[in-house]
Each structure stands twice: as C-alpha cells, then as structure tokens.
C-alpha cells in the first residue's frame, strides 16, 4: 500500500509559480514510476508529466502544453516528487494529482497506467 499527499496548490496570478509536493509512503520509493496529472471542471484528468529512474538518471515526460514551463523532479532521500510551475496560465487550473505506478515499465500518459492517487490540490490561475 502507497499513500500519497500532495501540498502547495493555492490561488496565483497569470504569470506566476507554484511548487507543488507529493510526499510518498513505501520502502521501494526510488523504484516508482512518478506522475502528476490534472482534472479541470468538467474535464477528463489529463496526464501533466513524468518520472522514471533509469539507472542512474532519471526518464522525465511533459504533455506538450507545459513544456517549458513545467518541471517535474523528486527527491528519494525524502519520497518526495515535486512539479515546478511557471509561467502559469488561467488553463492551467484544476485539481492536481499525484500517481505512482509501480509497474517500472514506462512513464504512462493514462490515469489507468497509475496504481496510487493522492487526494489532489487545488491550483487556481487568475487572469
């Protein structure tokens, strides 16, 4: 059993940042595969981004709308997967979720690919 909490959601102007956290239980943390994803009102959860260890460096994924802007990291000293926002835009709001996949296989884009879920953070971007 994983448990994941997510923090660091809040309300922030167009233009701004947020750092979201996602702390994890589990003894074999490094070992997850990481994702965030996103649910807007009215709108399917949407993959955000990724990330794999791959040896000694780590595999990460963005959905196109992010790049660049984005930027997902974790620390496995702590269990802890952080998303760096920037630049953020009014669509970018929404509920966003922690994942972990244990599976190690890839970084999945579908919720379906994801074994755990945290209970979300609100991030809301005012234009």
């Known amino acids: 059993q994983v448990q994941l909490v997510e923090s660091g959601g809040g309300l922030v102007q167009a233009g701004g940042s947020l750092r979201l956290s996602c702390a994890a239980s589990?003894?074999?943390?490094?070992?997850?595969?990481m994702g965030w994803f996103r649910q807007a009102p009215g709108k399917e959860r949407e993959f955000v981004a990724g990330?794999?260890?791959?040896?000694?460096?780590?595999?990460?994924k963005y959905v196109d709308s992010v790049k660049g802007r984005f930027t997902i990291s974790r620390d496995n000293a702590k269990n802890s997967v952080y998303l760096q926002m920037n630049s953020l835009k009014p669509e970018d709001t929404g509920v966003y979720y922690c994942?972990?996949?244990?599976?190690?296989?890839?970084?999945?884009?579908?919720?379906?690919?994801?074994?755990?879920w945290g209970q979300g953070t609100q991030v809301t971007v005012s234009s």
């Open positions: 589990g003894r074999t943390f490094s070992s997850y595969v």
């Open positions: 990330i794999r260890r791959i040896g000694y460096t780590y595999s990460t």
């Open positions: 994942a972990a996949d244990l599976s190690q296989l890839r970084i999945g884009i579908s919720a379906d690919d994801y074994d755990y």
